[in-house]
């Protein structure tokens, strides 16, 4: 089925309304807390209010949404070093949100990427570079070794052990599987690269996977960029083709290993484990000539364009893996479902991005700074 057979599909009849936000610190909606319903911003500012807990209100939740940023190309020579964690308060989350070579830069490369993709299906034609083609082999070997390293039997459902079986082999065979991908000059670069990379597909110790580990994903993506190995008109590959293999990759692990959710907020969250398809979902579908954000009820075009555009996909997942009406497990993305239009989402979603991944120390005290991402 194509976009044009959309219009004879009928969506249902919810009228296009604002959608109650619940409470930043993540403690349900505002009606449990005793406070009135918050709105998703159109062209004003992503605003979660105080709670009875007494959160508060941070300049950077009351800020624009977000604008791209050019990505500075390094040039050699170059001293590389391991990058290592540098957040573990709120004064570093402020200082992160600040700085030009760490905080905005990251950001700014996410909504560039969101921009490369927008109004595109993940098959339409693009340009498929070698860094491109290589990362998506990668990935596609990296799971086949799930095949190879079946799960283990065991009572608890979450945290199968064999997961760290298979970091342990993305550990030995990573560092030279990055290696292949940088010309001879940049082969020191594997130093500060692979840690990215190894940290995006969750952690051994804990079995769990969530928001924090996919950061570390579009930081390597970021740092390639800064490699000067991928630029501007890569952009929509790199959404298209290898965010999507990554994507596929981490729910395979998900679903083989049973991760335990990292961070996850459950019931009022988005996704256990994921946002950034939600990102690059909504800005795919922005000005599409049919679908609405109430699209996503009619399981009709789930079915039939959930392989083409990443929220769809998203949206069908998580409707797969929980059982109940989409209102009752997934509220938040009920909620949003409401909104006139998908510029709407896109914008309010890299406002949410900033506030609930980047700014919660819980998550960003895990992400890595070296010299290609400063702290």
Same mark, same amino acid.
């Given at each position: 089925?194509?976009? #044009? ?14 959608? #109650? ?7 349900? +909606? ?15 500012? !992503? ?13 950077? *939740? ?9 990505? +500075? ?15 573990? #308060? ?5 200082? =992160? ?14 909504? *560039? ?38 799960? @283990?039997?065991?009572?608890? @459902? ?5 997961? @760290?079986?298979?970091?342990?082999? $993305? ?32 952690? #051994?110790?804990?079995?769990? !996977? ?6 570390? =994903?579009?930081? =390597? ?7 000067? $190995? ?19 990759? &981490?729910? %395979? ?16 969250? $988005?996704?256990? !484990? ?27 075009? $789930? ?7 990443? !929220? ?12 109940? +009406?989409?209102?009752?497990?997934? +509220? ?16 309010? &979603?890299? %406002? &949410? ?23």
């Amino acid at each position: 089925m194509t976009d #044009s057979d959309f219009s004879e599909i009928q969506t249902d009849d919810a009228s296009d309304q604002e959608f #109650s936000w619940p409470d930043s610190s993540g403690m349900g +909606p505002p009606a449990a807390a005793g406070l009135s319903p918050q709105t998703w911003p159109s062209s004003g500012s !992503y605003r979660p209010r105080s709670t009875s807990a007494g959160s508060a209100l941070t300049s950077a *939740a009351i800020a624009p949404v977000p604008q791209a940023r050019q990505v +500075p190309v390094i040039q050699l020579p170059h001293t590389f070093e391991e990058p290592r964690k540098r957040i573990s #308060s709120v004064m570093d989350i402020d200082k =992160f949100q600040q700085s030009e070579t760490s905080g905005k830069l990251f950001l700014g490369f996410v909504v *560039a990427l969101s921009e490369a993709i927008k109004g595109h299906k993940i098959s339409d034609a693009c340009r498929e570079g070698r860094i491109v083609k290589l990362l998506v082999g990668i990935l596609e070997k990296m799971s086949k070794w799930i095949d190879d390293i079946p799960p @283990r039997q065991q009572a608890a @459902r979450y945290g199968n052990p064999a997961f @760290r079986d298979w970091h342990a082999q $993305l550990n030995h065979q990573g560092p030279a599987l990055i290696q292949e991908i940088l010309p001879e000059e940049l082969h020191p670069a594997v130093v500060e690269v692979f840690p990215y990379f190894a940290d995006s597909c969750g952690n #051994s110790s804990r079995i769990d !996977y969530g928001t924090g580990h996919e950061a570390n =994903f579009a930081a =390597f993506l970021l740092c390639l960029a800064r490699l000067g $190995l991928v630029d501007e008109g890569d952009y929509q590959a790199l959404v298209a083709r290898v965010f999507v293999t990554y994507l596929d990759l &981490m729910r %395979k692990l998900q679903m083989t290993y049973w991760l335990e959710p990292a961070g996850s907020h459950g019931v009022w969250g $988005l996704d256990d !484990y994921h946002f950034l398809p939600f990102i690059f979902g909504a800005a795919q579908l922005t000005d599409h000539k049919y679908m609405k954000p109430k699209s996503v009820h009619n399981q009709d075009i $789930l079915d039939n364009f959930s392989k083409e555009y990443l !929220y769809l996909g998203c949206v069908d997942f998580v409707k797969k893996v929980k059982k109940g +009406p989409l209102a009752e497990h997934s +509220p938040m993305i009920d909620d949003i479902s409401g909104v006139a239009s998908w510029n709407k989402v896109h914008g309010g &979603m890299l %406002k &949410m991005y900033k506030v609930e991944v980047l700014e919660k120390v819980p998550i960003m005290q895990h992400f890595l700074f070296g010299s290609l991402i400063r702290w």
